[in-house]
């Protein structure tokens, strides 16, 4: 399995959202839930219509974890679950394919590799840059890597930084700026 990395530039997700958004509105919905809550792609996957339909919250017990998680659904996200749930069964998966299949892993990946890709993007991505996408603008907004920590499910601060590219990233600015 490759490292990939977290989109850090916001031009850039907001391409990669316009890209997903022509294919379908599944697409740039799945991507919205991992930048913007930063679930795993097994737990988005795993989400069906009554998880979100008509909710304020998510709940879920992760698959990797097995750790109970509750969060709100944000501004962005609850006009996305209304227009895409409106005509579908409750018990239903929430992300489907053409068939009638839940959708797979293997699928997500190639869907968001391949938009990045088109978007001009450089690095290695894959379903997982969504998760790090989170974790990498949650930490440059709010600064606080014990919360993140706590949200992420990780067991210290430096697995977070390190997760999320924080520790390179300073790493490198600290060489860049060490001249004698």
């Given at each position: 399995?490759?490292?990939?990395e977290?989109i850090?530039?916001?031009?850039?997700?907001?391409?990669?959202?316009e890209i997903l958004e022509?294919?379908?509105?599944?697409?740039?919905l799945f991507?919205t839930?991992g930048?913007?809550c930063?679930l795993r792609?097994?737990?988005?996957?795993?989400?069906?219509?009554?998880?979100?339909?008509n909710?304020?919250f998510i709940?879920?017990v992760?698959?990797?974890?097995?750790?109970?998680k509750?969060?709100?659904i944000?501004?962005k996200?609850?006009?996305?679950?209304?227009?895409?749930?409106?005509?579908k069964?409750?018990?239903?998966p929430?992300?489907?394919?053409?068939?009638?299949?839940r959708l797979?892993?293997?699928a997500?990946?190639?869907?968001?590799?391949?938009?990045?890709e088109q978007?001009?993007?450089?690095?290695k991505?894959?379903?997982?840059?969504?998760r790090?996408?989170?974790?990498?603008?949650h930490y440059?907004?709010?600064?606080?890597?014990?919360?993140?920590?706590k949200?992420?499910n990780?067991?210290?601060?430096?697995?977070?930084l390190?997760?999320?590219?924080?520790?390179q990233e300073q790493i490198?600015?600290?060489?860049?700026n060490?001249?004698?």
């Open positions: 399995m490759s490292i990939v977290p850090r530039n916001v031009k850039d997700i907001k391409k990669v959202e022509k294919q379908s509105l599944r697409n740039l991507f839930i930048t913007n930063g792609i097994s737990d988005i996957l795993a989400l069906n219509v009554k998880d979100v339909k909710k304020n709940q879920i992760e698959k990797k974890t097995g750790k109970f509750k969060f709100p944000n501004s996200l609850k006009p996305m679950f209304e227009e895409y749930t409106k005509d069964d409750l018990n239903s929430l992300f489907i394919t053409k068939f009638g299949n797979a892993r293997v997500a990946y190639y869907i968001i590799r391949n938009a990045c978007a001009g993007l450089e690095d991505f894959g379903t997982h840059t969504m790090k996408t989170f974790g990498y603008h440059k907004k709010f600064k606080d890597i014990v919360m993140l920590q949200i992420l990780h067991s210290s601060p430096e697995t977070t390190r997760y999320i590219g924080i520790e490198n600015k600290s060489y860049t060490f001249v004698i």
